[in-house]
């Protein structure tokens, strides 16, 4: 069974960043795709930004251009790092794997909160 752990979560000021990592359980270039999601309070879950195998990245629109995905396939880690962080990014934000096979792993989250 797949395992991810989130960590790097916390307070922020506004403007400021964070960087999130995800520690898998098993080796990171085994999986289709990556990608980091966040759920605020009330709100769907959304995609933030994904990474695929051969390294390609995508991001939401309001991230774009302040967070940055990536990934280090030694660590078995992925990594997303957050600057220009805005009240508007508040929420849990999740780690998520797809398997060769079309499995899906998530980790238990890691709170991000920026004060303003």
């Known amino acids: 069974q797949v395992r991810l752990v989130e960590s790097g979560g916390g307070l922020v000021q506004a403007g400021g960043f964070l960087r999130l990592s995800c520690a898998a359980s098993?080796?990171?270039?085994?999986?289709?795709?990556m990608g980091w999601y966040r759920q605020a309070l009330g709100k769907q879950r959304e995609l933030v930004a994904a990474?695929?195998?051969?390294?390609?990245?995508d991001y939401a629109e309001s991230v774009k251009g302040r967070f940055t995905i990536s990934r280090d396939n030694a660590k078995n880690t992925l990594y997303l790092q957050m600057n220009s962080l805005k009240p508007e990014d508040i929420a849990v934000y999740y780690c998520?794997?797809?398997?060769?096979?079309?499995?899906?792993?998530w980790g238990q989250g890691t709170q991000v909160t920026v004060s303003s």
């Open positions: 998520h794997a797809n398997s060769r096979t079309g499995r899906e792993s």
């Open positions: 098993v080796p990171i270039f085994s999986f289709n795709d």
């Open positions: 990474i695929t195998r051969d390294g390609d990245t």
